[in-house]
């Protein structure tokens, strides 16, 4: 029997076929594969501004800035909404100065820490410094250069020795209007030395003399251990196993007059929040 369906004249209704790509009506949102319309919102995933991009993949380069620093250099920076009076410098890992440290070291650059001083000492929205140590000491010039560009700031300086405040970090650590030191953390007092070719000659001691002079008479002068004591703690033998000094433990600095007192970050801000608003009243005044 004929069938109507089979005759070319009489046309079928047409089909559609689910596997063809669908042709959006005039005036409707063609959805994620396309932009919208001007009086519509786009498409999730959709952004017609972005290189490369195919319809319906979602925008490239959203990944946060804080992920990215923390990515490419180790800083997970803060969160930049809060604004705060107060401006923190750590100095942790060894103190690079005029020579370069393998990278496996974990340093701080003098060369860094100064442009901060100098900036904070200048900026008027900062009114107070807390310097943050867990160094294990490093180059004796950049340390004391730190150390006295920090005592030399007119705005209030506080610093907290963290895990340890070594060698070098001993200057810097008194080098603010006040210090502390948490009950754990340990400073190693000893004497100065020298890497690399040493000539053997008198010149080098009394040069090497010289040097251990100047780190003697900043920590005297801006803390409260004396001369002689200093000297004690420092050519101490029998206490470290293959050097000559002391080490130190919390109470121990705060005991002999290195540091001011045992605290932890609670008891620092709030010293420094008092700095401050003594240096206030006085400038009022």
Known sequence: MFNNDDNPRNPRTPTIDPAAP?????????????PARPD??????????QPGQKPG????????????????????????DVQSDIHIIPIV?????????PPKNKTTKYEHVIPQLVAVEENPKIKGLLIILNTVGGDIEAGLAISEMISSMNKPTVSLVLGGGHSIGVPIAVATNYSFIVAT?????????????????PQTYEYLD????????????????????????MFRTG????????????????????????GGLDKALLKLRSLIEERGESNND
Do not use: C, W
Not at 22 to 34: C, R, V
Not at 93 to 101: N, R
Not at 211 to 225: A, N, Y
């Open 22 to 34: 669908a042709t959006p009506t005039p005036g409707t949102n063609p959805g994620p594969t396309g």
């Open 40 to 49: 519509e919102p786009p498409a999730p995933g959709y952004s017609p501004n």
């Open 57 to 80: 993949q979602p925008e490239k380069n959203l990944e946060p800035t804080n992920l990215k620093a923390l990515k490419q250099l180790g800083e997970n920076n803060p969160p930049t």
């Open 93 to 101: 890992g060894q103190i690079e100065g005029h020579l370069i440290l």
């Open 185 to 201: 953390a340990s400073m190693t007092v000893h004497p100065i030395r020298l890497t690399g070719m040493v000539i053997g000659v």
């Open 210 to 233: 010289k040097m251990q002079d100047r780190v003697i008479r900043f920590v005297t002068e801006h803390s409260k251990i004396s001369e002689e004591r200093f000297r004690e703690l």
């Open 239 to 262: 206490e470290l196993v293959r050097d000559v000094g002391t080490v130190l433990i919390g109470k121990d600095a705060v005991d002999d007059g290195i540091i001011d007192e045992v």
